[in-house]
C-alpha cells in the first residue's frame, strides 16, 4: 500500500471562484487534471496525486499567495497589481481581458482635459487609482466603491476608475474613457516561497508545461495536404509552421504529403492560399496539446 503524502509534498493550487471558474476548470482538465466535488463544496478532489484544491475569491488568491499558504493559482492581473503582491508570473491564460481605465461625464472631462480643481474619484481599487493619481499629479479625494461603481458620476464622484471589458456600461452611463491604467487577464502565479523551495518548483514547472501545451494546442490546428514534387517548394514559402513542416513521400513517388501545426486564425486565408499553390486532400484536426 502506498504510503500518503506528506503536506510538505502536496502542491496547494487555488482557483478563482466565479465566472472565470469553469474556463479555469476546463483549462486543467484538458491538462489532464480533473476536479470533482468533494464533501466540502471549496475544496474540489483533483484526479492526480500531489495537488490540493481549494476555491477561493480572485482577491484572496492574491492574499494567499503573497503570504505563502497557497502555492500556485489563478489570479487578475489587476488584483495582484492592487494587492501590490509580490508574485511570479507563470503564465497568461488570455481568460477574461479587460482594462482598468479611468472614466468621467463629459461635463467634467471637457475637451479632453479634466478641470484644474479638487476632484473626487471612486473606485474598487484604491491603490492602482492612487498610483494613477500621482502620475498625473492630481489632486483628488478617493471614495471607496463596492459595486456598481459607474453610477457614482456626476452626483457623489467627478470620475471612475473601474475595470470594463467592453465599454458599454460605461456609454450606458454617459462616461468618457480619460485614460487606461492597465490591462489585465487571468495569469497563473506562483509564490515566491514555492518557487525558492526546489521540489515545490519542480512540481510548478511541470503544472505550467501541461497547461501552456493546451493553451498553445488551443490556438493551433494540425494541417495535413498532398502536393506534387513540382509545387512543393511554393507551397511551403506560404505555409507557417512551428519549426518546418514535416513531409513524407506519397505511395508509388507521386508527390509529397505535408503536415504543419498552423495558427488557427490563419485558416481562412491560408486553406485558399494552399489550395492555389497546388495543395489537395487538405484535412484540418484540432489538437490536444503541443509541448515545444
Excluded: C
Excluded at 90 to 115: H, R, S
Excluded at 148 to 170: H, R, S, W, Y
Excluded at 192 to 211: Q, Y
Aim: overall charge negative; proline content about 7%.
Amino acid at each position: 500500500m502506498t504510503a500518503p503524502l506528506r503536506q510538505e509534498q502536496i502542491l496547494h493550487l487555488a482557483i478563482p471562484k466565479g465566472r472565470t471558474e469553469q474556463a479555469v476548470r476546463a483549462l486543467l482538465s484538458d491538462a489532464g487534471i480533473g476536479l470533482r466535488s468533494g464533501p466540502r463544496g471549496y475544496r474540489p478532489i483533483p484526479s492526480v496525486e500531489g495537488l490540493e484544491v481549494k476555491l477561493l475569491k480572485p482577491q484572496n488568491i492574491v492574499e494567499m499567495l503573497d503570504a505563502g499558504s497557497r502555492d500556485v493559482g489563478f489570479a487578475g492581473a489587476d488584483w495582484v497589481a492592487e494587492k501590490r503582491a509580490d508574485l511570479v508570473e507563470l503564465l497568461d491564460t488570455e481568460f477574461d481581458p479587460v482594462k482598468v481605465v479611468v472614466a468621467a461625464p463629459a461635463t467634467v472631462y471637457a475637451e479632453g482635459a479634466l478641470p484644474d480643481r479638487p476632484l473626487v474619484v471612486a473606485t474598487e481599487l484604491p491603490r492602482l487609482t492612487e498610483r494613477w493619481l500621482e502620475r498625473r499629479g492630481i489632486d483628488a479625494t478617493i471614495v471607496r466603491s463596492y459595486g456598481a461603481t459607474e453610477v457614482f458620476p456626476p452626483e457623489d464622484a467627478d470620475m471612475i476608475v473601474d475595470i470594463t471589458a467592453t465599454g458599454e456600461t460605461l456609454t450606458a452611463n454617459q462616461l468618457l474613457i480619460v485614460d487606461t491604467v492597465m490591462e489585465s487577464s487571468t495569469r497563473l502565479y506562483a509564490s515566491r516561497a514555492a518557487m525558492d523551495d526546489p521540489a515545490r518548483k519542480t512540481a510548478i514547472e511541470s503544472l505550467v508545461l501541461g497547461i501552456r501545451s493546451v493553451l498553445e494546442a488551443r490556438n493551433r490546428v494540425m494541417i495535413e495536404l498532398n502536393v506534387s514534387t513540382e509545387d512543393v517548394d511554393e507551397l511551403i514559402a506560404v505555409l507557417p509552421a512551428m519549426r518546418k513542416p514535416t513531409m513524407a513521400s506519397l505511395y508509388g513517388g507521386e508527390g509529397l504529403s505535408v503536415k504543419a501545426a498552423v495558427p488557427r486564425t490563419s485558416l481562412p486565408t491560408l486553406v485558399p492560399s494552399l489550395k492555389a499553390k497546388g495543395a489537395t486532400d487538405i484535412v484540418v484536426t484540432t489538437l490536444e496539446q503541443i509541448v515545444p
